[in-house]
């Protein structure tokens, strides 16, 4: 009667998980197309809030109440757009999706195209001929080549009076114009736009590789491995470094029962009840270490498919890694003499210093136990001895040739600091 009830009760178990798994698959394979509606939605969305927005342009209504709340309705839609796309793009790769759906594709990047740029004024609507024209006027990455082009010839030029001198006047020229304040307004709202855009794609560069590469490993990846391995009865143990371990724990275990007995503490009065509780510690301890084994070889299929996922994000948002570059620019360049020379010599005393060789190691036999592979102490050394010394030229070559032109001031503060 009881193995009737454990029966049934495992059927049960069984046809939830196959349901859960077939429901789970259909949900992956309709993700393209889900998520294609999704962005097609927020699409249709914006093109209403144009309409709504040109209406209200008709009544005597405050103006910037206005401009604010299409603003914060246009940043709300364009992240749900890009998100979606971006997701129907990496699983359409994956997934081969051939479902003919290229007018909502077209009239998206329509959408993504109209807005690809910082709006001074959100009256920029359905009129394309003027919003070309004014994002070819504020398209932040171009005018951030520009920035760069006319810092590095700055830099570069030399005349009979301080760079800073003329720097100076051309402020003292900018702050007598009349439109300085809506310059001022515009260059913060692009640096805001770029910042933005920068924050959302560091956001998915970090969450959609790791959610893509949990998600195989715990539903897919991991079942199918164990399974395969006890079917075929693989060996416990991936290399020797783990079979020691194991045995090692074995013989502690062996050492504290003996010490136990000896102060009285647990009394085993027969050899049988001492060698039982030692094959008991023996089956729990080959459990663990096939579970650690699956879990390893998992893992390298998993950390793979993150990084081809990382891959494909980073090539889908190739704006968002300009804005990312641009935010770093800034954000360097931006800091004072005595920052600067305090990053670069925490980054080179921590990777490149003389207590670095200690950090790398436990990296690197951190990363060959994540992956279940024996660490190589041989190579683990001849990489100590090597990749350090390039990150440490290829620092040195980025400080004389790119920090020195562009702040010598803090070339002479790092200087300082390491005498």
């Known amino acids: 009667m009881k193995n009737t009830w454990s029966n049934n009760k495992a059927e049960v178990i069984l046809d939830k998980l196959v349901t859960y798994s077939q429901n789970s698959y259909q949900w992956f394979v309709n993700t393209p197309t889900r998520a294609l509606d999704k962005a097609y939605l927020a699409a249709l969305t914006i093109k209403s809030l144009e309409t709504n927005y040109l209406a209200a342009q008709g009544k005597e209504v405050n103006n910037s109440a206005i401009i604010s709340y299409f603003q914060a309705d246009l940043d709300k839609y364009l992240a749900i757009v890009k998100v979606n796309l971006a997701e129907f793009k990496v699983s359409r790769f994956f997934l081969n999706h051939h479902q003919d759906c290229w007018s909502k594709i077209i ?4 959408i993504l195209h109209q807005y690809r740029s910082d709006l001074v004024e ?3 609507v359905p009129d394309v001929n003027a919003i070309e024209k004014q994002h070819r006027k504020v398209e932040p990455y171009a005018s951030r080549e520009d920035d760069s082009n006319k810092i590095k010839a700055v830099t570069e030029k030399t005349g009979l009076l301080p760079r800073s001198l003329g720097r100076t006047f051309n402020k003292i020229k900018t702050d007598l114009k009349n439109d300085s304040e809506a310059d001022i307004i515009q260059k913060f709202r692009r640096e805001r736009r770029v910042t933005q855009t920068a924050v959302k794609c560091i956001f998915l560069l970090i969450i959609i590789p790791l959610i893509t590469q949990q998600t195989f490993k715990q539903f897919l990846l991991l079942p199918s491995i164990e399974q395969y391995r006890e079917a075929h009865n693989s060996a416990i143990f991936l290399n020797l470094e783990m079979k020691e371990e194991a045995w090692r724990k074995l013989q502690d275990f062996e050492e504290e029962l003996k010490f136990d007995n000896l102060i009285g503490i647990d009394t085993l009065t027969a050899p049988e009840i001492f060698e039982e509780k030692l094959k008991e510690k023996a089956t729990e301890l080959a459990q663990e270490f096939r579970d650690q084994s699956n879990n390893a070889i998992s893992n390298v299929f998993a950390d793979l498919l993150g990084l081809i996922t990382f891959i494909l994000v980073a090539l889908a948002n190739k704006r968002g890694i300009a804005a990312i570059k641009g935010l770093l620019d800034n954000i360097m360049y931006g800091l004072s003499d005595s920052a600067k020379a305090f990053l670069i010599i925490l980054f080179t005393d921590m ?3 003389f207590h670095s060789p200690h950090g790398w190691e436990v990296i690197l036999e951190g990363l060959a136990n994540h992956l279940g592979i ?18 440490d030229t290829i620092l040195k070559y980025w400080i004389f040739r790119y920090l020195n032109r562009i702040s010598p001031s803090a070339v002479a503060t790092l200087k300082n600091m390491n005498e």
């Open 107 to 110: 009239f998206i990047e329509d």
């Open 122 to 124: 959100p009256t920029i």
């Open 351 to 353: 990777f490149v210093g």
């Open 374 to 391: 024996q660490p190589n102490h041989s190579a683990i050394f001849l990489f100590i001895a090597t990749f350090p010394v390039i990150l």
